[in-house]
């Protein structure tokens, strides 16, 4: 999940705080230090995400555009100016836009807003923004909510008591409300001083940005991983579930399945699955991801030489073109692959299925899934040239099963024509004629659409009489004998109208090698 | 998202009074073959449905839809109305399809025009419907079930889709009132029933019927929210129906931007999706964010069919996506999966996770002698397949497959090297037949006759002195001798079949024939060979499995550290120590090493075994009775390079090993 750092840099982040020692803070200050705090441990921890820093006063301007190079975020923090008044709504537009620009409206994003709840004033204020909300087009309309999942979190460099005793809480709860609830305001625990911004940001930091790790497991097979990005809570339905799920510290592979079975299936989210290495106390002591720093340098040098579990089943999964299927949570699996960033570049990635007992169809239900060895047969082949995927469903749909649609006039000229051509081809097209007959008789009758079976059946007279003289003989005798029952089933009466009724070939004394040949 | 929204019940109340008979004055040209002969015949006279037909044809067009798009918790019950209500199916799935509908559609037939329009009314249809819809569906009483006290927050809600002839708005207005009212009653009802749920909201779709004109429509098919066009286009258009959300990136992205008021109706009916050359294979994974269900507008047409059919033939197509720029990108793949056909929406935006560090780079990547192709053929020997059936276990209980499959993944992966250096028995071809088959639930007769045949044949093979794929990483010089190496392998073979004698009695048979059949050196020679030092991955090979046995056992040795602590009858407790087959690990495979005063910092981890506590004990006493060895006085970490002298002659010659084809 990308971040973008919204840093507000109007003239009120100047105002001083109460002394501490003999150096003398500003708010702006203080939110310098919060976010360097949050930006080493993200080049600690969290070194993957992607982060952007914006900052605004009336106007507004990204400093720093998506980056991991987070010595480049921490140099654009002492850089920054002082500009005029505070004017959220256009530096919220800016951020919807930085945003889609670079990830499009599908990935979700965290945006913390770093203010000292001075909301501006007058024209651009975010009191007008509110006030004016419910006035919006198409064309103003208020950048929240974003247009993208999104969590916005709002870091006060100001204390509950001050933003209270005027209204500048009540209108940032009404900004998370207004992006439906996704988001957070911070505030500083009692007087503004570093320490206490640094608890501040520490509760980000946890809600937001600690990494996830897991224990990757098959049988007695184990290795201990992050996950990237943190997988997010999911809720299935809000009305009967909703208690968002999380997924299991116990990543377990619960079986394999062919790529081309699982046929690039949906997915909620992906992730990469990177190998870890423990110390004793559970914390990480590298993640093998090389760093200009000589000490973990060599701590990854001595992990990367210990045969890893994520190695070996990320080697095997690339090779033999296969996925291993992951469990979750209870109903909630995932899948295991080899990406390939570029040629030499490949990695281990986790997507995540919709929870449920089904995420997809043509796997059937996940629990009925089991091991080969206790089916009759290898359902593969002995040669590994079968498969037992895709389940077929009970019902097939409508395009594979030769409905009938009349609703546009060519799609009843269509079967008309099939019946006649066919007729026209007596006795060597029997089979088809009738097939054809009755499927049109079955449509006539379900959509009462008897007038119909009249018509065809005067057609069919009319062919009778238009049959050359080469004609077989049986022609003419299986084109009365249609035309005949066609009139009795338009009739509607149930002893010749019965819908599960065909109309059967005539038997004659011809018809017996006939229809035989078909 | 919610399951049990409007959309989870329809009800399709359709009139089927005298005057539905009527003609809707719209005539269908039937006889156009005739037209290409020139025998001067007059083409038959065109027909025209009756509002019937073309009521029944709609709805039957949106249950087909309906079916294609939603086949499951959509469900439709479809009710005609005359001098009575006609109930043509039920909620259950089974009654969710075509065919049924039509069948009991056709049992009804066409409405007699000759019937008294005083008798019928719509009335009985839409009292029918707001009962039917009371009815519990089988997705609701799953729910309801499965929530236990949470049941309450199961929705009833639905949609009555009434096609008839209103006389007016008043007539209008009547029917509305009528619907209310019947469901204020039945809610009242329900409220007292188990089977019954009151209805919390109810939209009703009155679709007004009449002839008009000679060419103008008769009845419109109402839109469901959820349907939304796509379309397809090269040389001809396809015109698809899907969820709408397979376009929610599009609707999103600032192409449009409609934005968060898309439910208004504003949203954009039709996006034009371009057919791009499939050059798509059903081998890659393409990252796919939703895989919705598609349905042909016009399901019959040449077009459609055409492309229907490539598609459940196996085939992909990639479509794209024109942006506002000019520029295309692939955002979506037509595919079919076990003959239904889904819109795959595929992710074109930038990735998040673009440039990540290699696999090679992290934990473990240095790492060169994985067991690749070992473990391609265990995950291919653990690929899932479906059972359909359900199975039951012994005690009468319903086996879940998926639990089968971890449990055979917990079996196969007991002993399980991860590295070809760390193994010598699964480097052997000869081993094969019973690592094969060892790990089985159960063995049949013939697979322990294989294994003792494989048992003998090693022992065989042993007599011969044939060479051992015994790995030299990490050890100087040509490695061990040949005894000694078979030595390993047979420590090796022990520990996998350990690791699977619980598994049934005959393969307690098996380990049985392996410890009379494997090499037992005379006492002598023994005790010379512990203290040579010991292969470092020999220690790891055994430690995997001393793992899982260790939590096996951990009662066992448990009880018998409580013995040794308190007993002082050392010879007799070590010898019932060896004996049990539960025991971490046998003494006599115990190096030497491991007995002196510093035991390895891994020992320090776990429990104290009762083997290092009893050796330490003697070790103490020992070393009070001889002086100590130069060369362990000279040692770097109690090890002590024995041989010196050969060096110089031998250098860092490596041996074959069998390995090196491996890799």
């Known amino acids: 999940m990308p971040t973008v750092v919204v840093m507000d840099v109007s003239l009120s982040m100047t105002r001083p705080v109460s002394i501490e020692g003999s150096e003398e803070y500003q708010r702006k200050h203080l939110a310098a230090h919060g976010l360097t705090m949050l930006f080493e441990h993200m080049a600690t921890n969290y070194k993957l995400e992607f982060t952007a820093l914006v900052v605004f006063s009336s106007l507004w301007e990204l400093m720093v555009p998506f980056t991991r190079d987070y010595n480049t975020l921490q140099e654009a923090l002492s850089n920054m100016d002082d500009y005029d008044k505070t004017c959220l709504e256009s530096a919220l537009v800016g951020v919807c836009n930085i945003v889609q620009q670079e990830w499009g409206g599908a990935i979700p994003c965290q945006v913390v807003l770093v203010t000292d709840g001075c909301l501006g004033i007058g024209r651009g204020s975010l009191r007008h923004s509110l006030a004016t909300h419910s006035q919006r087009g198409e064309s103003n309309r208020f950048p929240l909510p974003f247009p993208f999942p999104s969590k916005l979190y709002i870091m006060c460099m100001a204390n509950l008591e001050e933003l209270q005793s005027t209204d500048s809480l009540d209108c940032l709860e009404r900004l998370i409300d207004l992006n439906n609830g996704e988001g957070q305001i911070f505030t500083i625990d009692g007087p503004l001083c570093l320490k206490n911004v640094q608890s501040m940001f520490g509760k980000l930091i946890d809600l937001a940005y600690t990494p996830f790790h897991a224990v990757l497991k098959c049988g007695h097979l184990t290795a201990d991983v992050q996950v990237f990005p943190r997988p997010e809570p999911f809720v299935v339905d809000e009305e009967i579930d909703p208690i968002p799920k999380v997924i299991n510290t116990d990543l377990e592979i619960v079986g394999f399945i062919d790529i081309a079975d699982i046929s690039s299936p949906p997915v909620l989210s992906r992730h990469l699955v990177l190998p870890i290495a423990l110390n004793k106390e559970g914390d990480e002591v590298g993640t093998g991801i090389t760093d200009d720093n000589e000490d973990e340098n060599s701590a990854n040098q001595i992990a990367g030489k210990i045969p890893n579990f994520c190695v070996l089943l990320h080697g095997s999964l690339k090779v033999e073109g296969m996925v291993a ?65 895709p389940l077929q469903p009970k019902n097939k749909r409508s395009y594979a099963q030769n409905v009938t649609v009349w609703i546009k006039p060519s799609g009843l000229q269509t079967d008309v024509q099939k019946i006649l051509r066919n007729a026209r081809k007596l006795p060597e097209k029997t089979q088809t004629f009738y097939k054809e007959l009755n499927r049109l008789r079955k449509a006539a009758l379900a959509f009462g659409f008897l007038d119909l079976l009249k018509g065809v059946a005067d057609m069919l007279e009319r062919e009778c009489t238009l049959l050359p003289d080469t004609a077989h003989p049986d022609a003419a005798f299986q084109l009365t004998h249609a035309a005949q029952q066609l009139k009795l089933a338009s009739t509607g009466t149930s002893e010749y109208a019965g819908y599960e009724h065909n109309i059967t070939p005539l038997h004659t004394d011809f018809s017996g090698s006939s229809t035989e040949r078909m | 998202m919610k399951i049990f929204s409007e959309s989870h019940k329809t009800v399709f109340v359709v009139d089927h009074c005298p005057y539905m008979a009527e003609s809707c004055r719209q005539h269908v040209e039937f006889d156009m073959l005739v037209k290409n002969r020139t025998q001067g015949i007059i083409p038959l006279a065109p027909i025209s449905k009756s509002l019937w037909t073309c009521s029944v044809e709609s709805s039957m067009e949106y249950c087909r839809i309906m079916y294609d798009i939603f086949p499951f918790k959509k469900l439709v019950n479809f009710i005609v109305s005359d001098s009575g209500a006609h109930v043509l199916n039920s909620w259950t799935q089974e009654d969710q399809n075509l065919q049924e509908l039509m069948a009991a559609l056709a049992a009804v037939g066409p409405p007699n025009p000759r019937a008294d329009p005083e008798c019928c009314s719509i009335l009985h249809g839409l009292v029918a419907a707001v009962e039917t819809l009371c009815k519990i569906t089988e997705y609701q009483h799953e729910a309801r079930t499965l929530l236990m006290e949470n049941a309450e927050r199961v929705g009833n809600r639905g949609r009555i889709i009434c096609i008839t002839n209103a006389k007016s708005d008043s007539h209008v207005r009547m029917l509305e009132d009528c619907v209310q009212e019947t469901i204020h009653e039945h809610n009242k009802l329900a409220a007292n029933s188990d089977h019954l749920m009151q209805i919390q909201k109810c939209e009703l779709v009155l679709i007004h019927t009449y002839a008009v004109g000679e060419d103008s429509l ?446």
């Open chain 1, 325 to 389: 299927i992951v469990q979750l949570g209870p109903e909630w699996h995932g899948m295991l692959y080899s990406q390939a960033d570029s040629k030499k570049k490949s990695n281990l990635m986790m997507s995540l299925f919709e929870p449920g007992p089904e995420p997809l169809p043509w796997l059937g239900k996940m629990a009925q899934l089991g091991p080969i060895s206790d089916a009759k047969e290898n359902p593969y082949g002995e040669d590994d040239n079968k498969s037992p995927f």
């Open chain 2, 218 to 663: 008769v009845s419109d098919r109402p839109k469901k929210e959820e349907e939304q066009h796509a379309n397809t286009s090269a040389n001809y258009d396809v015109e698809l129906l899907h969820h709408k959300d397979a376009h929610v990136d599009f609707l999103k992205s600032g192409d449009t931007h409609i934005g968060g008021s898309s439910r208004e109706g504003s949203f954009k009916e039709t996006i034009t999706l371009k057919w791009c050359t499939p050059r798509t294979n059903n081998i890659e994974l393409h990252y796919c964010t939703g895989a919705y269900r598609i349905s042909p507008v016009d399901v019959n047409s040449r077009p459609s069919s055409c492309l229907t059919n490539f598609l459940l033939n196996g085939r992909s197509v990639l479509l794209e996506q024109p942006r506002k720029s000019g520029s295309k990108v692939i955002s979506h793949m037509l595919s079919s999966h076990g003959g239904e056909i889904f819109l795959h929406v595929l992710s074109s935006s930038r990735s998040i996770l673009e440039d990540p560090p290699s696999i090679s780079e992290g934990c473990g990547g240095r790492v060169t002698d994985y067991r690749i192709t070992d473990f391609g053929e265990f995950m291919r020997e653990n690929r899932l397949t479906p059972f359909l059936d359900p199975r039951y276990k012994i005690d009468g209980s319903l086996e879940i497959p998926l639990e089968r499959a971890k449990d055979q993944l917990e079996k196969h992966t007991r002993y399980w090297p991860m590295i070809i250096s760390q193994t010598t028995i699964f480097n052997m071809q000869a081993v094969v037949p019973l690592a094969s088959v060892i790990v089985k639930e159960s063995l049949t007769e013939e697979d322990v006759l294989n294994c003792q045949k494989t048992i003998y044949n090693l022992v065989d093979m042993e007599r011969k002195n044939d060479p051992l794929p015994i790995s030299t990483v990490g050890t100087r010089g040509k490695g061990p001798k040949r005894d000694e190496q078979y030595r390993i392998m047979w420590n090796e073979l022990e520990t996998l079949v350990r690791a699977h004698i619980n598994n049934s009695e005959k393969h307690q048979r098996v380990l049985e024939c392996l410890m009379a059949c494997r090499s037992k050196p005379p006492e002598e020679e023994e005790r010379k060979k512990r203290g040579r030092k010991r292969e470092d991955k020999e220690d790891k090979s055994e430690k995997a499995v001393k793992d899982y046995e260790q939590e096996k056992s951990w009662q066992d040795s448990e009880r018998l550290k409580g013995i040794l602590e308190r007993g002082k009858e050392e010879l007799a407790e070590a010898e019932i120590i060896k004996d049990s087959p539960d025991s971490p690990e046998p003494p006599n495979k115990k190096p030497l090493v491991e007995m002196d005063e510093t035991p390895p910092i891994e020992k320090s981890k776990g429990p104290v075994s009762l083997l290092s506590l009893w050796s330490n004990r003697i070790n103490t006493a020992n070393s009070r009775k001889h002086q100590e060895f130069a060369g362990r006085l000279n040692s770097v970490n109690n090890r002590a390079e024995l041989y010196q002298h050969l060096k110089e002659e031998n250098g860092m010659e490596t041996t074959e090993n069998g390995k090196a084809s491996r890799q």
